[in-house]
């Protein structure tokens, strides 16, 4: 999909030097199997995540009764339908060729793989290919995704976000050029989205569709076109949203409204000001964000100056204030009692995706100036973010026997969900997902 990129953003490079050409989508999807694929062959989430285990007991439902979402084998029984059941349904289907542990694997490798290509696609929205390849490229080696996957276990987070980026050019060029295709593959990926994480499409729809909206709208009135226009497309397109979401996701709508959720506050480190604690800021802040705290100046200081950019700034500083959890008092004044049942380090996630376009400008302006020397910093710098993980995947997940009809079979065993799904589940879910 052609895209117009203003001048002043990036200039375009000699395209004879081998450090000035954008890299392409395949490089970054190899990239991404060769960093993340090894890795999830030796199922590290199983072992160092916290909600790994959850996800793969709730597959094993459905592996074992697909068309009955009552699941007895926690405490007293409840309805899977409460859960968006897109991931779970997924692992069920694969868990019948390579067994849940290891379908698990594979559906987080395709979300990584997803990520990779769906930041690439959405940066191609606001800056040129080569700056979007290294946006692509960073994502790969991104601390929030490698926090989110290695220890978090956050499949449905980090399968819904993909999704939805790769939704969001087809609703940019649904919103500018009215075309009918574009609608429909940006429909199926949003409710597939959906499907996966509702909480994910629910912030992101603000963060994101409305910085999309808004450059749809400048595209259109700098080539002479009606905004108003565009404005009215983005309205069907998210009636038509809503529509869908609210057919997808029926049975967990019904469940909501016959059972709010009315649960005490779970705590949460993320919830805590990460200002006092060394630890939690490590965790919370260090390791997600990694290089790209080096690079905020960078991000203020270009996107500012660029009209085109400014929305996308701001989005990002919403997600980030929102990630900091308890150290600022604006995730409450937003969220009011659902603070408490909230967890923040998703928001991490979003906030990558949403400044790394920009801060593949820096990176593309470093290898304009420094060809060979910007290539390796860069390069070394992105290595070392996920590396940084390591500290927190030493805390390990803690586990709980479940009580209910099969208590006494998991309790002799004591063995994680995955082997005998009704013997162990996480104590410390992680709440909203």
Same mark, same amino acid.
């Given at each position: ?24 989508l ?11 694929g ?55 289907l ?12 594979l559906?987080q ?5 997803l ?9 191609r ?12 490229v ?5 601390g ?27 609703f ?52 002479q076109?009606?905004? !108003? ?10 009636v ?10 029926l ?16 705590p ?31 991000v ?24 900091l ?10 969220f009011?009692r659902?603070?408490?049942i909230? !967890?923040?380090?998703?928001? !991490? ?8 376009p920009?801060?593949?400008?820096l ?18 710098t ?11 995947l030493?805390i ?12 006494a079979?998991g309790a002799?065993?004591?063995?994680p969900?995955?082997g ?14």
């Amino acid at each position: 999909m052609p895209l117009m990129i203003r001048q002043e953003i990036s200039p375009l490079p000699d395209a004879s030097s081998a450090w000035r050409r954008p890299i392409p989508l395949a490089a970054i999807v190899l990239l991404a199997l060769a960093i993340h694929g090894p890795l999830l062959v030796m199922e590290l989430p199983a072992t160092t995540s916290y909600d790994a285990n959850l996800h793969i007991f709730f597959a094993s439902h459905y592996a074992q009764h697909w068309f009955n979402p009552w699941n007895e084998k926690w405490f007293g029984g409840f309805s899977q339908t409460t859960y968006p059941p897109l991931v779970h349904q997924w692992i069920a289907l694969l868990s019948y060729i390579v067994g849940l542990t290891e379908a698990f694997m594979l559906v987080q490798l395709a979300a990584v793989v997803l990520l990779a290509v769906g930041i690439y696609q959405f940066a191609r929205l606001w800056v040129d290919d080569r700056a979007a390849g290294y946006a692509g490229v960073l994502a790969v080696f991104a601390g929030s995704i490698a926090f989110l996957v290695y220890s978090a276990g956050q499949l449905p987070t980090t399968l819904s976000s993909p999704l939805y980026l790769l939704a969001l050019p087809y609703f940019y060029s649904w919103c500018l050029s009215s075309s009918w295709r574009s609608l429909l593959k940006g429909m199926a990926l949003m409710l597939a989205a959906a499907s996966a994480h509702h909480v994910t499409l629910i912030f992101g729809s603000v963060l994101f569709a409305l910085p999309v909206l808004w450059l749809a709208w400048s595209d259109a009135r700098e080539n002479q076109r009606s905004g !108003t226009a565009v404005i009215m497309r983005g309205a069907v397109f998210a009636v038509i949203a809503m529509v869908g979401v609210g057919v997808v996701l029926l049975p967990y709508w019904i469940q909501i409204i016959r059972h709010p959720i009315e649960q005490m506050p779970i705590p949460h480190a993320s919830r805590s000001n990460l200002l006092m604690n060394w630890t939690y800021g490590m965790n919370f802040f260090i390791v997600p964000y990694g290089a790209i705290i080096l690079a905020l100046p960078f991000v203020v200081w270009k996107a500012a100056g660029i009209r085109r950019l400014r929305p996308l700034l701001f989005a990002f500083w919403i997600a980030f204030l929102i990630a900091l959890g308890g150290t600022t008092p604006f995730p409450k004044w937003i969220f009011g009692r659902a603070y408490e049942i909230l !967890t923040y380090e998703r928001f !991490t996630l979003l906030a990558t995706a949403l400044v790394l376009p920009i801060v593949g400008l820096l990176v593309e302006e470093l290898i304009d100036r420094f060809p060979r020397r910007g290539a390796i910093g860069v390069g070394v710098t992105a290595v070392a973010d996920p590396i940084g993980l390591e500290p927190s995947l030493e805390i390990g997940p803690r586990r709980l026997v479940v009580v209910g009809p099969h208590a006494a079979q998991g309790a002799a065993g004591r063995q994680p969900v995955g082997g005998d799904a009704s013997s162990a589940v996480l104590a410390d879910r992680l709440a909203g997902g």
